[in-house]
C-alpha cells in the first residue's frame, strides 16, 4: 500500500494555511504553483476547500482570472480587431469565459466551484468564493480594471492578505493596483477593443488601462513586482513557510500595496 504520508489533504492543507498566518474572516487573494504543492488527494479542489476552511467562517478566496481570449495578435495599431476577424473572436461572458491558462491551473477551478461570482472587467477579471465574493466581484469598472473600485482595490480597503503559493513573486497580481495609484509621470497606457456578451448579441467596446503586459514605465525590469516583493519582506513583513511542499508567502494587501506606491514614486515620482 501506498504510504500515507505522500500524500497532502485538504485537512494537512488547512494546518498549513492556519500555521502560516490565515485567519477566520480573512480575504485571501491566492495565486498557486499547483505543481509545488504536492501529491494532493482531489487536486486543486483541496487547496480551495483548505483555504476556506481556514478564513472561516466568514472568510473569502480571491483568485486573478483574467480572460482566455488570445486575439492579441489581431489588433491594429489603434487596438481594433480588423472587420473579417470579429464575427471569430468569443465575446467575454463572466459566467462561461474561461479563465487564461497562462497564470496555471487554480484560477480556472476557483471560477467554476459551486457559489463562486466572477468579475466583469475582462482582462482584470477575479473570480471569489465564499462570505464577501459578491461585494468583491460587483460592479467592475471596464476601464482602468486595477484600479478603484475594482476587487484589488476592495480587497485592500478589507484588509485582506495576498497569499503566494509556490507561485514567483514577480506574479503577485495586486501590484497593478499599486502601479495604477502611483503617482508617476509616463505610463504606458493600452487601448483594445473587447467584444461582450449580451442577451442581445456581441457589442464591440475600447477599452481602457494602464499596461500591465509590459513594465508600467520605462527604465523597470520585466520582473520588477518580484523586487518589490523581496524588499517587502526584507522590512520584516510578511511570513514565508511551506503550503503543502511549496514555499510560500504571505503579505497584508494594504501594507505591500503601500509599500510599492512609495517605492515607485520614490524613483520615478
Given at each position: ?32 504553483a499547483m505543481s509545488r504543492v504536492g501529491r494532493l488527494l482531489n487536486g486543486p479542489d483541496a487547496l480551495i476547500g483548505a483555504l476556506l476552511d481556514a478564513s ?89 480594471g486595477y484600479g478603484e473600485g475594482s476587487p484589488l482595490a476592495k480587497l485592500v ?113
Open positions: 500500500m501506498p504510504d500515507a504520508a505522500l500524500f497532502r489533504t485538504r485537512d494537512s492543507l488547512r494546518g498549513d494555511l492556519e500555521r502560516l498566518g490565515v485567519r477566520p474572516g480573512d480575504i485571501v487573494m491566492v495565486h498557486a472561516s467562517p466568514g472568510g473569502t478566496l480571491l483568485a486573478y482570472t483574467d480572460w482566455d481570449a488570445r486575439y492579441d495578435e489581431l489588433l491594429d495599431e489603434d487596438g481594433r480587431v480588423p472587420e473579417e476577424w470579429r464575427p471569430h473572436v468569443p465575446p467575454f461572458d463572466p459566467a462561461a469565459s474561461r479563465a487564461i491558462r497562462d497564470n496555471g491551473v487554480l484560477a480556472e477551478f476557483v471560477r467554476t466551484s459551486p457559489g463562486a461570482r466572477r468579475s466583469g472587467s475582462p482582462g482584470a477579471s477575479m473570480a471569489a468564493i465564499g462570505a464577501r465574493a459578491e461585494w468583491l466581484t460587483a460592479e467592475h469598472p471596464l476601464d482602468y480597503a478589507a484588509g485582506g492578505k495576498v497569499l503566494m503559493v509556490g507561485a514567483p513573486l514577480d506574479t503577485m497580481t495586486l501590484l497593478h493596483h499599486a502601479e495604477h495609484l502611483a503617482r508617476i509621470p509616463g505610463k504606458r497606457i493600452r487601448r483594445y477593443e473587447v467584444p461582450f456578451a449580451t442577451p442581445t448579441g456581441t457589442q464591440w467596446r475600447m477599452v481602457e488601462e494602464f499596461d500591465t503586459s509590459d513594465p508600467v514605465v520605462e527604465g523597470l525590469e520585466e520582473d520588477y513586482f518580484a523586487t518589490i516583493v523581496t524588499e517587502f519582506l526584507a522590512t520584516g513583513r510578511g511570513v514565508q513557510g511551506l503550503i503543502g511542499e511549496a514555499p510560500s508567502t504571505l503579505v497584508d494587501a494594504a501594507a505591500i500595496t503601500a509599500f510599492a506606491v512609495g517605492w515607485l514614486e520614490a524613483r520615478f515620482g
